[in-house]
């Protein structure tokens, strides 16, 4: 079965500190892997795109990793901030003739002053 | 440039009721993409237009369609109602690329839909 799960299912940090969440797939055949962020009442802005061949890709503080081999993925936050406080989305892109979208349930992030 | 817009914002429709949601994307853009956002179930993929024609599609019943105009344009329609598809629905724009869901996507705001 087509599945993304993501962990933790939340998470609570100081402002400043980094943290790690965490995406595992198992669907097949892949064709990339995305990162969400959705603040609360807003819909989901694009944070990264990964294909097979890309292993890390950042965005500012936001750094993806890219394991497909183990069909892995994370998304790493350096010095987090208030504003980081949103739920984070893992979503893998299948291609099947038809391309077909895989969501993981979301990592809700709060960081704390 | 103006981002993705959805209009509604928020609907309120009784079981058994017709829906139309409309998405104005990004200018230039050409990919629309629909999904489904709830509490229960996350996101979920609905379909995907391009140049006016369905290119890729999600799990979803028969009485979730949607079509695209001339000018990119999309809507979306749910033909009979049911309590369950309250929920959050999402738009969003791809610029012209790669083939498919490659690019990067932009989303509106979403239209919160009510069902009682």
């Known amino acids: 079965k087509n599945q993304v799960e993501q962990s933790p299912q939340s998470l609570i940090i100081l402002e400043g500190k980094n943290c790690t969440l965490q995406c595992n797939y198992t669907v097949s055949p892949f064709s990339n892997l995305r990162w969400y962020k959705q603040d609360t009442g807003r819909g989901p802005v694009s944070l990264t795109i990964?294909?097979?061949?890309?292993n890390t890709k950042s965005n500012g503080r936001y750094t993806a990793t890219l394991d497909a081999d183990t069909k892995q993925s994370s998304l790493h936050i350096t010095a987090s901030q208030l504003s980081d406080s949103a739920s984070y989305i893992c979503v893998v892109v299948m291609n099947t003739g038809f391309q077909k979208l895989v969501f993981g349930t979301g990592t809700r992030l709060l960081v704390s002053p | 440039k103006a981002g993705v817009t959805q209009t509604p914002r928020y609907l309120i429709k009784t079981r058994g009721q017709q829906v139309t949601l409309s998405c104005s994307p990004i200018s230039g853009h050409r990919s629309v993409s629909w999904y489904q956002q709830t509490p229960g179930q996350g996101l979920q993929f609905l379909f995907e237009y391009f140049s006016e024609t369905q290119r890729n599609k999600g799990n979803f019943p028969g009485q979730f369609s949607g079509r695209q105009f001339s000018n990119s344009r999309s809507e979306m329609n749910v033909s009979t109602l049911e309590l369950g598809d309250s929920a959050l629905y999402l738009c969003?724009?791809?610029?012209?690329?790669?083939?498919?869901?490659?690019?990067?996507?932009?989303f509106g705001p979403g239209t919160r839909l009510l069902v009682l």
């Open positions: 990964m294909t097979f061949s890309e």
């Open positions: 969003a724009s791809s610029p012209p690329g790669l083939a498919g869901l490659q690019e990067t996507q932009y």
